[in-house]
């Protein structure tokens, strides 16, 4: 490629960029949505899987790391519970991005699970996050798509 199409391939990346950061604006509802992400936390920290799975949509995608994506409340509710059952295991998550754009929003973060392994010694894993969250006709915001994953180590 030469240096004029990698000059223009920058630009055209930087506008895309600069669109969607208008788009997708801090506002109050982006302030909400922080909010509800860090009860979500805390859901998971009191290991309450009925809770956590309470911010989802009935209709929800979960894509939980080395498992298959998920479909539905109730299936998340499945996966939240597993992964919630080891009481001496920690998961927490903290938002660092949030942005609205009329009825859909996104929070995005790092989190952090320590858990037992394979060994019976505990492990602590960090990785990061992206949530999709949709405001319903009756004002309240629920999770859509939810994908989180491991950092390399």
Known sequence: MNKKAISLLAIVGTLVCA????????????DTLRALDA???KAAVAHNADKVASY???DAVAYPPDMPAVVGKTAAR???GEVLADKTSSLSWKTTTAAVDGNLG???GTYEDSSKGKDGKMVTT?????????????GKWKAIHDIWNADSK
């Open 78 to 80: 499945k996966v939240w």
């Open 56 to 58: 989802y949509a009935d």
């Open 19 to 30: 669109v969607a950061a208008l788009a997708f604006a801090p506002s109050k509802d982006a």
């Open 39 to 41: 009860e979500w936390s």
């Open 106 to 108: 996104y929070t995005a």
């Open 126 to 138: 960090k990785g990061k996050y992206v949530c999709i969250w949709h405001k319903g006709a009756d």
